[in-house]
């Protein structure tokens, strides 16, 4: 059944299985986010999407990305009160990602142009927020190459005894979800360098360019079962033939 | 960080035998069993463990460095711990600590090339009314004092 | 060790017991907690059980190891009976004088009976030494009465005989008892146990857990500690109650691996449950089947919390998990979980044997019943209390700690751990219990309460908790994480004299947003000990900042170390132990310490025999 939630004093309707910040984000009203992806779990760590909620007569603040709604939630996105946390959480990001463009245009928007926090514990990874989103986006791929080690101040991203991981198939998620493109990655045409090892590359059979890892190929092939000789094109080369296919069929 | 020395798989294959191929529940338990084992979790017994568990090898290190009571380096012969309770630390135990790591010249938390010694912190063990405390090798050493400890270690080091 | 099959077996059980060891008869009680361990009693144990055999008095005296008898400080106690006589800080070589003097002369050892510092008098009875008498000890009563190794031991003080009377009064009355007596959850938030356990009897489905929260994580506290060690059969008693009013078939003891003494006696109890059909199929006679699995923490104070605790037992990392939904609703593996600590649960059968309006009659309006506290830190009397709630925190320091020791100052008491409040000697006629403490920016939480006197910075201690968060900290949230480290670095500012009042004011932002902010409770609670040390403590803090002085002497970069000429005689000690060589003087002439070198190690102050050095 269908619950009744209010978004800055606007009624609607919400399934309850819904979050908050998915009933938001679909009538319009903008929640900045950092380490949601609505592919994977939702673990609130960035707290940019804090809201103000009041229910059942208490108000609080909370992430809106792993709230799920509840019936008679009220919602404010942008109250003072938001604005001041979401910037002091901005802040901190900031002090440990000052390179990262998108943390900076953010914390912009809240007033934060430079952070006072330097964290104590040298980074393992320079510029990560340590939001795990490439933890759960490697994990939800079925590879579990990546965890978060250790934890508090001391927490990082890394492999298994922070060595090559034998489950890193290359595919590089990890690198281009993340928030802060703190994750190193250099491609050349033939190979791909991620977390301390070195991949090579299926060359597209009509291009030559990159299609993926010979590794990520592999495992795409065994755990889809898929042909053998699957993934030998690239998406552009792919998309040419079947182009070219449809206009041979419709003349 | 020295490379860790081979561990005996027939011990190993001991301990994690007593657990369900595929339950990852046991985990943690299987963490406990396999450090009582060999005083540290070897990289070697972490990643067979995950085999054994079913579950990935990154969720095996994530878990084992998440918890203060597992260590993953290879520890010393001798195990001073100091306790850093709320109690100790009014009775002074920040001070003992430092005194430890003047006597056995080695860092909080590190253990001596040797092997001789690993020197700790505990959050708390709960003997409040004894602190401050320290545990050497298992004897808690309550009400304790620089002079005693120097005695103390002292000892172990002509051992 | 046959089964029992119904209540009436239970019963005819304690009989016989009861007639093999009357309560009259000759008993020597060692404690034998972990406290008194430390000091030698297992040792005592042995030299108490050689000598009756020596004297041929083993048939007749019965040796009795208990668990731990609260009184910490005077250890190892030695427990009388049936006089109720206490021996404290007994030596083994005190052993034949005891069994041949007390035990079969009648005679007092006065050289073993507690003193009062003070006034110097004595007291023979542990009644009615001043620690005891203002107690009132409900849970911890058992303690000394019976070996935790024994299920005979707690069948024959009535033990079990409230799973017996749960399994005639049906669930649903079980659930009226709790609710009715308003028992508030031991384990730091005092949410009402009876709520949590009609949510979670309400869900639907036959799969339900039990988890005994045993990982008292709280710096300074042993109260679950000391409950497993000497009483687990109350805790599991209260487990099978509780999972019979809820319909549990499974329960956990989350226990922390660094109680090693508590883990044993727990496991020997459940072993000894189950083999008299007090666990397992069809408990008593009654149908009902309930059995308890062990798991050891990994050392993660974050796991206190429920959602962390239950990802913890399922083999993952400790991080919390936005709630609702709640436990009772989706908790151990995705079932319906109620999870209450020690402390609530070892307090369930005496609810149910004694009744909602027996336990009404003890505490305050809202706080029921008794509530134990770990008073240590520096009072005289430090050791495991059990109090009425609304006892006034005047009442726990002075009258059952005794004191202040060395004739120092109170200063304050810091309550509910590391995320409680410091409370100054202003507020010591509060009330204790759940609500006031809120109000005051302290809290209950498992009940670790720390007496500071004078010698104390209440920086340094605002310091040492964020520190111990900060390390504790999961690592989720970004406020709680960067939060922690941030208010860290700046309170060493604070410590080191380099601060400015403007750095206060930054502190209390960045505390305001890891309180408003994060996820869990570690978080939104973490920030109390630096709010309420601020509040309370602002002129030592601007002491600090302002004049760059530690009142307390205790932050390193605001004190040196003296030596006063006229009172060192020159005996070299100091010197051959400062470990940076940095003082200087020769034989019987005065001694100087070079300040350049100085690392304000303190041994000199620990080692002069003079009292010449100082602290300034």
Known sequence: MPVQVKINGIKMSAEPQETVLQVARRSGVHIPTLCHLESVESTGACRVCLVEMKLGGKTQLTTSCNAGVEDGMEIMTDTPEVQKHRAANLEMMLGRAPGSQKIRALAREYGVYESAYVPSEDPAIPGCILCELCVRVCEALGHSALAAVSRGGKKYIGTPHDKPSESCVGCGACAEKCPTRCIEMTDTKKTRTIWGQTFDFVSCETCGAPVMTVRQRTHAVETKELPEDYYTTCVACKQKNLAGRFARVGS | MAAQPTIDTQRLDAVLGAFEPGDGSALIEALHDVQSEFKYLPEEALDRLADRLGVSKSRVYGVASFYEGFHLEPRGEHICTVCMGTACHVRGAPRLLEHLEREIGIASGQTSEDLTFTLEEVACVGACALGPLVIIDGKYHGNTTTSHLTKVVGKLKKD | ?????????????????????????????????????????????????????????????????????????????????????????????????????????????????????????????????????????????????????????????????????????????????????????????????????????????????????????????????????????????????????????????????????????????????????????????????????????????VCGEESALIRSIEGRRGVPRRRPPYPAQKGLWGKPTNINNVETWATVPLIVAKGAKWFTGIGTEKSKGTKIFSLVGKVNNTGLVEIPMGMSLREIVYDIGGGIPGGKKFKAVQTGGPSGGCLPASKLDLSVDFDTLIAEGAMMGSGGMIVMDESTCMVDLAKYFVQFLRSESCGNCTSCRDGLDWMHSLLQQVCAGEGTMELLDQIEQIAETVRVSSLCALGSTAANPVLSTIKHFRDEYEAHVEQGRCPAKVCKSLITYTIDADKCTGCLVCAKRCPESTIEGEKKKPHRIIQDGCIKCGVCLDVCKFDAVHVE
């Not at chain 3, 009976?81 to 083994?92: D, I």
């Not at chain 3, 009465?145 to 005639?168: C, H, K, Q, T, V």
């Not at chain 3, 649903?172 to 709520?195: I, M, Q, W, Y």
């Open chain 3, 1 to 301: 060790m046959a089964r029992l099959q119904s209540t009436q077996q239970l019963r005819q059980l304690k009989e016989r017991i009861v007639a093999e060891k009357p309560a009259d008869r000759r008993a020597i009680a060692v404690c034998a907690g972990t406290g008194c361990k430390a000091f030698g009693s297992f040792e005592l144990v042995e030299a108490f059980r050689a000598e009756l055999e020596k004297q041929g008095l083993d048939k007749e005296v019965e040796l009795r190891p208990t668990g731990c008898h609260g009184f910490c400080e005077r250890g190892p106690l030695v427990l009388l009976f049936p006089e109720g006589r206490l021996y404290q800080r007994v030596k083994t070589d005190d052993v034949p004088e005891i069994v041949e003097k007390t035990i079969k002369g009648g005679e007092v050892i006065e050289r073993l009976l507690y003193e009062e510092p003070g006034t110097g008098k004595k007291f023979e009875k542990e009644e009615d030494i001043p620690f005891y008498k203002h107690q009132h000890r409900l849970v911890l009563r058992s303690n000394g009465l019976i070996n935790p190794s024994s299920i005979e031991d707690y069948i024959a003080i009535g033990g079990y005989e409230a799973l017996g009377r749960a399994f005639e009064m049906g669930p649903d009355a079980v659930l009226g008892e709790v609710k009715g007596a308003n028992l508030r959850g031991r384990g730091g938030g005092g949410f009402p146990a009876g709520t949590k356990w009609e949510l979670c009897k309400k869900q639907p489905g036959d799969l339900k857990y039990i988890i005994c929260n045993a990982d008292e994580g709280d710096p300074g506290a042993f109260m679950d500690r000391s409950i497993v060690e000497g009483n687990p059969h109350a805790v599991i008693e209260g487990m099978v109650i509780g999972a019979f009013t809820m319909g549990a078939r499974e329960g956990y003891v989350y226990i922390r691996q660094e109680y090693p003494l508590a883990l044993e006696r727990l496991n020997k109890a459940l072993d000894e449950a189950r083999q008299r059909g007090l666990l397992g199929e069809d408990i008593l006679g009654s149908g009902f089947g309930f059995d308890i699995k062990v798991n050891r923490g990994g050392g993660a104070f």
